[in-house]
C-alpha cells in the first residue's frame, strides 16, 4: 500500500511539473512573441512633374516629398528604430539613384502611430524625359528602398537588433505629380520558434 500512494505521489507531483512547466513556457512564448510593424509611403509628389502647373518656379522645382507611415500594432510591446535609410531611384532598378534621406531613430510606444514626413532635393534626375511621358498621359516609376535595424522592448528590456527592409517598391506618379498611398511589405529577421523552445528550456533546467 506505501508503494501505492508513493507511486500515486510521484505522478501527482509529476503532472503538477508538466502543468507548471507548461504554463511558464506559454506565458514566455506570448511574452517574447513579436508583430513586425506595418509601413506605408504616401503624399509621394514631385512637383516639376504637375502638368497643371506650367510657371517657371513649378518646373525648377526639383524636390521630392513624402510621408513615411510606421504602426506599431502591438499593444504590450514598443520599437525603438534606428536611424532609417530611404534611397529614392528612378525607374525599377538601382541604376539612377536620385536621392536618399535619413529619419533619425526614435522610439515608438505600444500601439502607437508615427507619421514622418521628409524632403530631399533630387540629383540626376531626367526631368525632360519624365516631364514628356506624364505629358503624353503615361507614368513615372520610381523605386524606394528602405533600410533600418529595430529592436522590442518588453517590459523593461530590449530585445536584439533585427533588420528591417523594403526592397525595390515601386511608385508610379501621373500628370499631377503625385503617387497614391502604396503599402509596402516589410521584411526582418524575429524571434524563431527553435530560438524561443531553446529560450524556455534553459529557464525550466
Given at each position: 500500500?506505501?508503494?501505492?500512494?508513493?507511486?500515486?505521489?510521484?505522478?501527482?507531483?509529476?503532472t503538477k511539473?508538466?502543468?507548471?512547466?507548461g504554463l511558464?513556457a506559454?506565458?514566455?512564448?506570448?511574452?517574447?512573441?513579436?508583430?513586425?510593424?506595418?509601413?506605408?509611403?504616401?503624399?509621394f509628389?514631385l512637383?516639376?512633374?504637375n502638368?497643371?502647373?506650367?510657371?517657371?518656379?513649378t518646373r525648377?522645382?526639383?524636390?521630392?516629398s513624402?510621408?513615411?507611415?510606421l504602426?506599431?500594432k502591438?499593444?504590450?510591446?514598443g520599437?525603438?528604430?534606428?536611424d532609417?535609410?530611404?534611397?529614392?531611384?528612378?525607374?525599377?532598378?538601382?541604376?539612377?539613384p536620385?536621392?536618399?534621406y535619413?529619419?533619425?531613430?526614435f522610439?515608438?510606444?505600444?500601439?502607437?502611430?508615427?507619421q514622418?514626413k521628409g524632403m530631399?532635393?533630387?540629383?540626376?534626375?531626367?526631368?525632360?524625359?519624365?516631364l514628356?511621358?506624364?505629358?503624353?498621359?503615361?507614368?513615372?516609376?520610381?523605386r524606394?528602398d528602405?533600410a533600418?535595424?529595430?529592436?522590442?522592448?518588453v517590459?523593461?528590456?530590449?530585445?536584439?537588433r533585427?533588420?528591417?527592409?523594403?526592397?525595390?517598391?515601386t511608385?508610379?506618379?501621373?500628370?499631377?505629380?503625385?503617387?497614391?498611398a502604396?503599402?509596402?511589405?516589410?521584411?526582418?529577421?524575429?524571434?524563431g520558434?527553435?530560438?524561443i523552445?531553446?529560450?524556455?528550456l534553459?529557464?525550466?533546467l
Open positions: 500500500m506505501s508503494d501505492y500512494g508513493s507511486d500515486n505521489t510521484c505522478c501527482f507531483h509529476f511539473f508538466i502543468l507548471t512547466a511558464t506559454l506565458f514566455i512564448w506570448l511574452s517574447l512573441r513579436t508583430t513586425k510593424p506595418s509601413c506605408s509611403l504616401e503624399n509628389y512637383p516639376a512633374l502638368i497643371s502647373d506650367n510657371s517657371n518656379t525648377s522645382n526639383h524636390t521630392l513624402f510621408q513615411l507611415n504602426n506599431n502591438m499593444k504590450d510591446k520599437v525603438r528604430y534606428d532609417i535609410k530611404l534611397s529614392f531611384f528612378y525607374g525599377t532598378n538601382s541604376s539612377f536620385i536621392g536618399n535619413t529619419v533619425p531613430g522610439y515608438q510606444g505600444h500601439d502607437k502611430k508615427a514622418k530631399l532635393e533630387t540629383q540626376k534626375m531626367p526631368w525632360d524625359a519624365a514628356k511621358m506624364v505629358s503624353n498621359g503615361s507614368i513615372v516609376v520610381f524606394v528602405v533600418t535595424r529595430l529592436s522590442y522592448k517590459l523593461f528590456w530590449y530585445t536584439k533585427h533588420n528591417f527592409t523594403v526592397e525595390n517598391k511608385m508610379t506618379v501621373d500628370g499631377s505629380g503625385k503617387s497614391s502604396q503599402q509596402l511589405h516589410c521584411y526582418f529577421m524575429a524571434f520558434f527553435p530560438l523552445v531553446l529560450f524556455i534553459i529557464l525550466l
